[in-house]
């Protein structure tokens, strides 16, 4: 049983696009929903975080759309540049239990 | 300041040969944990350690894995017996608590089983 399911697998978009990648989580006592950014040979990393208590966070170019009802959010990424190439990653915790429940993953490649 | 520090980077080891498997996590942090990354199963929960609480084995795949951590700090994964499909990357990550403090990643171990 897949907790955490995202989309796409992989994903093409031109320099200066915007590019959006979903995820949908089945288990409502999910509290804590980050999204990771992984490089090749590299451990992912922390690139935001939000909690169901608000609808959307944004940082920068990146912003976290959530939609509680539909148990289901989203990652956007703005004006897309070559460097944000990469892969990543969605994920779901609960409180009482902190291990992350992944996403299977979206390769990004932006194209210059 | 220090991230989360694994060693070694890469590992090739025969079938049934044991391994261990280093991770230094960030000074201060009490939580602990391992995951396993490979292409076909993605990124998988291992084992929890919080403080001096039991830790949650729940995501080890077979009795043939164990991890221990020692003065709350520095975490040994130990696989016996290896087999090939226990090649993958193995995380470790620490965070400064429970409830969705962020986890820090290190960059990984690299394992191959031949």
């Known amino acids: 049983q897949q907790q955490v399911k995202q989309s796409p697998q992989s994903l093409i978009v031109q320099k200066g696009g915007i590019s959006i990648i979903n995820c949908a989580y089945e288990?409502?006592?999910?509290?804590?929903f980050p999204w990771y950014q992984q490089f090749p040979g590299k451990g992912p990393a922390l690139l935001i975080a939000?909690?169901?208590?608000?609808s959307e966070k944004k940082e920068g170019r990146f912003t976290i759309s959530f939609n509680k009802s539909a148990k289901q959010f989203s990652l956007h990424i703005m004006d897309s540049q070559p460097g944000d190439s990469a892969t990543y990653f969605c994920?779901?915790?609960?409180?009482?239990?902190?291990?992350?429940?992944f996403g299977k993953g979206t390769t990004l490649s932006v194209s210059s | 300041g220090a991230g989360v520090s694994q060693s070694p980077s890469n590992k090739v080891t025969e079938k049934g040969k044991d391994v261990e498997l280093r991770c230094d996590p960030i000074s201060g942090h009490t939580a602990l944990y391992w995951y396993r990354q490979s292409l076909g199963q993605g990124l998988e929960f291992l084992i929890y350690f919080q403080g001096n609480s039991a830790p949650d084995k729940s995501g080890l795949p077979s009795d043939r894995f164990s991890a221990e951590r020692t003065g709350g700090s520095v975490s040994t994964l130990t696989i016996q017996r290896t087999q090939q499909e226990d090649s993958a990357v193995y995380l470790c990550?620490?965070?400064?608590?429970?409830?969705?403090?962020?986890?820090?990643f290190g960059d990984g171990t690299r394992l191959s089983i031949l």
């Open positions: 288990n409502t006592a999910f509290d804590y």
């Open positions: 990550a620490s965070s400064a608590g429970r409830g969705g403090q962020p986890q820090h």
């Open positions: 994920a779901a915790s609960m409180r009482s239990g902190t291990a992350l429940i």
């Open positions: 939000i909690r169901p208590d608000v």
